[in-house]
């Protein structure tokens, strides 16, 4: 196996992000960020059962119908509220500033635990937060008000 096999497939994973946000912000603003949800929803679903099919993955139906009915509803309000405004943001301050600002979701779920601290201590003090925090100032910094 090679030894690089997990920076590869980091480096794979941040150029598809990269190409992705690019072209959203491309395609949103021909046809619009609703028109665009409502066709790649239509394709990541094929793709996905695609993939079920050809991988032979079952699906987990012994999940109680609770964890199903959380799972249908967070996808309903991720892909019919999360990502159109997501596409919104590609398309008013630019594909870079937007994925800037999506790393920063760990760090809101961690700045979350600390006001209904799910399980652990919910203390905040987490060094990778701190990093990404220092990180994205210094690059909504560097630019200087573009």
């Not at 912000?25 to 695609?50: D, E, H, P, Y």
Request: charged letters at 10%; a positive charge.
């Amino acid at each position: 196996m090679n030894p690089y096999t997990g920076e590869i497939a980091a480096l794979a994973t941040s150029l598809c992000w990269t190409a992705t946000a690019t072209l959203f912000t491309f395609a949103s603003q021909k046809v619009g960020s609703m028109v665009l949800n409502r066709i790649a929803c239509c394709w990541q679903s094929f793709f996905l059962v695609l993939t079920h099919l050809l991988l032979r993955i079952p699906l987990p139906l012994q999940a109680g119908g609770e964890r199903w009915l959380w799972l249908g509803l967070s996808g309903i309000v991720g892909l019919n509220t999360g990502r159109p405004v997501l596409v919104q943001t590609f398309i008013a301050i630019g594909p870079r500033l937007g994925m800037l600002m999506m790393s920063l979701a760990p760090v809101i779920a961690g700045i979350s635990g600390m006001a209904v601290p799910i399980r652990g201590d919910g203390r905040f003090s987490d060094p990778g937060c701190r990093l990404t925090l220092a990180g994205v100032a210094w690059v909504v910094l560097e630019r200087g008000g573009g």
